[in-house]
């Protein structure tokens, strides 16, 4: 059985569809989805349309974040944030054309039973941003912080790689989980268009919403797949590079 981290869609259907293709999964597999799933790219509606079909068959879990919030209070109660609406909430909008009552009742469901986060069996966090309890997830005052925070990545990229784990003045945010895993923030922001570990956080964001790539890592043997960049899929949009 092999478990996989996929990074933010940003409604790049294409592009999912090259990473789970290349991944070749198994009935046994997991995947376990980063969050962002809508906002960016026009097929946001249909993305969501595959990952339930896929959860029907496979083992699926699903993670929320901050643009999933967005589409999901839109598909409650039509509010339509100003914020989601110049990043990708448009294009997310325009993809439920056509789309009947039932089927976006379908759709709010699934974003209403996405998590908050995940973790596994072996101490491995799984989470859209980050957050900033030092006592862990489970005491995050601020539960919005667990799809917004982006000083945990902040933080690990910035360490001194010298400070021994067992130091006092080791990060407490870091000691709770054997490894975490992110999306929310590109690697392209760095330069990077592969994932980035940095201390024992892995974020798998490889900026998709823009003109970067979707990416599938296997948790345990850290070896990815990822797409076509995504402008290069939908040559005719311009994703959320505006």
């Not at 339509?80 to 609406?85: E, H, K, M, S």
């Not at 976006?104 to 908050?116: A, S, V």
């Not at 862990?136 to 601020?142: A, I, K, N, Q, S």
């Amino acid at each position: 059985m092999r478990t996989f981290a996929i990074g933010d869609i940003h409604g790049g259907l294409k592009a999912l569809t090259q990473v789970l293709n290349k991944l070749e999964i198994k009935d046994e597999d997991t995947l376990i989805f980063m969050g962002d799933y809508v906002d960016g790219w026009s097929e946001s509606a249909q993305v969501i349309d595959l990952l339930i079909d896929l959860s029907e068959t496979i083992n699926c879990i699903f993670i929320k974040g901050n643009h999933d919030v967005w589409c999901e209070d839109w598909l409650r109660n039509k509010e339509v944030n100003p914020t989601w609406y110049i990043h990708g909430g448009k294009e997310t909008m325009d993809s439920y054309e056509g789309y009947s009552v039932e089927q976006k009742k379908i759709h709010l469901e699934f974003f209403e039973n996405t998590r908050m986060y995940y973790l596994d069996d072996k101490n491995r966090l799984f989470l859209h941003a980050g957050f900033t309890s030092m006592h862990g997830v489970e005491r995050e005052v601020v539960k919005e912080t667990l799809y917004y925070d982006r000083t945990l990545w902040e933080m690990a990229l910035t360490m001194d790689k010298t400070i021994d784990k067992d130091a006092v003045i080791y990060p407490n945010r870091l000691k709770h989980y054997s490894e975490i895993f992110i999306g929310h923030t590109p690697t392209t922001n760095f330069n990077e268009s592969e994932p980035m570990h940095a201390a024992n956080v892995w974020n798998v964001d490889t900026g998709a919403a823009f003109k970067g790539k979707i990416t599938g890592i296997n948790i345990d043997t850290k070896a990815f797949v990822q797409s076509d960049n995504l402008p290069g899929l939908y040559p005719n949009e311009k994703g959320r590079n505006k």
